[in-house]
């Protein structure tokens, strides 16, 4: 009786754990800091971007990865059906992932002018 309760115990805390690791930080309000998050607060926030252009009237242009998205087959079938005999045909194409990107634009003064994120 007594492994039993032990038992579920260190089930019931590892669950726990489990669900306080999957746990998400707060969304980021992107649009609330166009025009007072600068470039260098989100170096420190989100590391080194991924890619980044410095145009010729001063913009800064970055992109940050932020995850991977699932990129669903596209299938192709036909059937022809004559009484009890039938005849199909199918084709699969690629998969894979796409990159999830934030990509954001600061102006001269490194303060953010806009924002995207391809979902």
Known sequence: MKT????????VVAG??????C???PRVDWNARVGNFTYNQAVLELGP?????????????ADWVTGHRQINNARVGTGVGTG????????????????????LTFGADGKLTRWTRNW
């Open 4 to 11: 039993h309760l032990l038992q579920c115990c260190v089930l």
């Open 16 to 21: 726990l754990l489990l669900f306080a690791g």
């Open 23 to 25: 746990s998400s930080s």
């Open 49 to 61: 971007p991924n890619r980044v252009a410095k145009l010729s009237d001063g913009q800064i242009v």
């Open 84 to 103: 009890g005999d039938s005849i199909a045909m199918s084709q699969s194409t690629g998969g894979g992932f796409r990159e999830i990107i934030l990509r």
